[in-house]
């Protein structure tokens, strides 16, 4: 996946497998593959993940605008 290495993904994934939210199946292959799908418990996460995307791209622009407002700061303090 881009945008995030390997050992954070691994965390993420075996955090989300002792919460219960993804089911993780090793195939004895070489090398091994495995394969990760959201359990039952993680289903009602869809609909609000959903409506936290759609929040997401309906404010981008406002996001992006405090980012760099937020940096434009930091440099400036740091100067």
């Known amino acids: 996946m881009n945008g995030i290495s390997q050992k954070m993904l691994s965390q993420v ?3 989300l497998e002792r919460d219960g939210l993804v089911i993780r199946t090793a195939y004895p292959t070489v090398p091994v593959t495995v394969e990760y ?3 039952a418990l993680a289903g009602g ?3 609000i993940m959903g409506s ?3 929040w997401a791209e309906h404010n981008v622009s406002e ?5 760099a407002r937020h940096d434009a700061r930091m440099i400036a303090e740091a100067a």
């Open 37 to 39: 799908r959201l359990a």
């Open 63 to 67: 996001i992006e605008a405090a980012r």
């Open 45 to 47: 996460l869809i609909e």
């Open 13 to 15: 994934l075996k955090g």
């Open 52 to 54: 936290i995307t759609r």
